[in-house]
């Protein structure tokens, strides 16, 4: 299925998607949400949530894990334990492979001010730097899936 999720994220980034809206889309039906559930959801989270901040394709990616093993029993530590060691494992691996999880020091510039945001569109990083953020993120998902399934 790892090919199959990272080509669907792929097409969502590329058709103007966010990379959160395109990782969390890709998940949509086997997290049982709707397409549009999952574009409205990761709507506000790309590019660090415009602020550079976590990278959005990391946050598409918790919101899948999170919809996958989060808590949601009032009261169950086991599974709150779980959903915080889901978080912490993923961006882990995410720094360990792409020496961050952070926006703004993935793309090398500020793209909460408008100079940042206008050399990084200058330079490509949207379109040929973030899809590997996205690809990366999916795949570290699907090697998630098998430990944790």
């Known amino acids: 299925m790892e090919n199959n999720q990272k080509e669907k994220a792929l097409i969502y980034f590329s058709e ?19 397409e549009e559930q999952a574009l409205k959801l ?15 394709a990391c946050s598409g990616a918790l919101m899948v894990l999170g919809l996958l093993y989060g808590q949601s029993i009032k009261g169950d530590m086991n599974e709150r334990h ?3 060691e889901v978080n912490d494992y993923f ?6 492979i792409n020496g961050s999880y952070i926006c703004n020091d993935l793309l090398g510039y500020d793209i909460s001010t408008s100079e940042g945001r206008q050399a990084v569109l200058e330079k490509g990083l949207f379109t040929d730097f973030c899809p590997k953020m996205v690809a ?5 998902i699907e090697e998630m899936k098998t430990i944790y399934s």
Do not use: N, P, W
């Open 16 to 34: 103007k998607f966010h990379c959160s809206q395109a990782v969390l889309a890709s998940y949509a039906e086997e997290c049982g949400i709707t």
């Open 42 to 56: 990761g709507s506000c989270f790309g590019s660090g949530m415009r602020k550079g901040e976590v990278c959005g």
């Open 82 to 84: 779980r959903s915080d």
């Open 91 to 96: 961006l882990k691996r995410f720094k360990e």
């Open 136 to 140: 990366s993120a999916v795949d570290i």
